[in-house]
């Protein structure tokens, strides 16, 4: 997969009705795949849309702060990371959406225990669980029971 994204330039996506949902997704193998340089040309397209959701007619791939975060994180700004996983929980939770909300924070807590920062990762866990509620989500509650053993 890394080899693929050596030859990517997002700034070739079409600027089309798939545009959002290409973008969310382009991010996230970016976010865990990607030079630090990718990270940070996929940030530069993306800085005016930090507001925005990522969706085009049906599909939804949540907030455009939540992708931020996570290649923020990818280039070492855990700063910039933390600031705009709080926004996309803000922007999640104005949406009204606890499956989003809920997401957000694991991925939130999957930043902070690879930093070792247990006790902030804990109170992200804490949150999803609460976001989650008794929502019927079981990839959600697996990776929530996987994060809290790490």
Known sequence: AEALLVDFEPSRIPEDAAWPIAMALWAEVVARLGSSDTCAELLRLLESNRRDHFLTGGMYCGAVNRVVALLEDRRGDHAAADEAFAAAVEDHTRLQSPPWVARTHL???????????????????????????????????TRLAALRRR
Do not use: F, I, K, V
């Open 107 to 141: 991925d939130w807590s999957e930043a902070l225990l690879a930093r070792g920062e247990t006790d902030g990762a804990a109170a992200q866990l804490d949150a999803a669980e609460t976001a989650l509620g008794d929502l019927d989500l079981p990839e959600s509650r």
